[in-house]
């Protein structure tokens, strides 16, 4: 485990991470993106701003030397972290499945003149890694679901990667029980200290995204998160639980097990599944 990222857990044990150094740094950091995406206007396909102060404060206290964003769209998320950290010795890999979409267009053209962020095309899973630097923190926003937390289990066993984020994690589904079970520190961006203290960075997402979007509901459908949500896991000592990432590849294998109802044992249990 690196001295930065002892920085940020307090022990050994499952889940302790330091909430209140974490809530400390993103309010440090506040003031800056705010005034930030007052110029850059939201756009719907971008991560909340509240999410992106997550993301930000964790490489605030990380202090990585490359920013790897799987999954760039049409180059909000990443035009918000390219002038956030225009300052820093810090650059920025970006990586996007196709080139020349609408989406790309778009993409390219609001991040021309950003000379730390290097565009990339193609399968994050085969991209990613030769992309690493010594310290690196990877946001994953594309793939979703099972892939991208195989690719938050292939790059927590590299030394080089501090931590990854996975979008899309709202509390009660699949996905986020898996990754509270197979991850050993983990922090997520719908955590009620954090959304009390800075949900009103997202006042003008939810404008935006129209009425089908609010606070607990996404698409029109009630969810029981404040919004998409951030999950960070972060490469303390043994960062995956070995049992459980085996159970969970043996269960992608028999896919017509079900899956979800062995989760939501494990959870409530807190055993292996």
Known sequence: MSTNVSRILSGQAQGRVRVDKLVKQAAECEARLAAIVEEVPYDEKGVFNSEL???????????????????????HSTKILARYFEEHDIDIVSIEQARGTDDDKIARDKLDGHRQVQLKYGDSREIVEPVLKPSTVVLIDGPKGDEALKLALKLLKRDEVAAAFVHDLHRNTLHRDLGELLFNYTYF???????????HLDDSCWEVLGDDWAPYLRKGEEIESYASTFGVFFNGDQPIDPLREDNYRKFLQWHECDLQSHVKSAIKARLPF
């Open 53 to 75: 102060l997550l993301f930000i404060s964790v490489v605030e206290i990380l202090n990585p030397d490359r920013i790897v964003e799987s999954g760039r769209a049409r180059g």
């Open 189 to 199: 961006s719908d955590d009620e200290i954090f959304v009390e203290k800075f949900s």
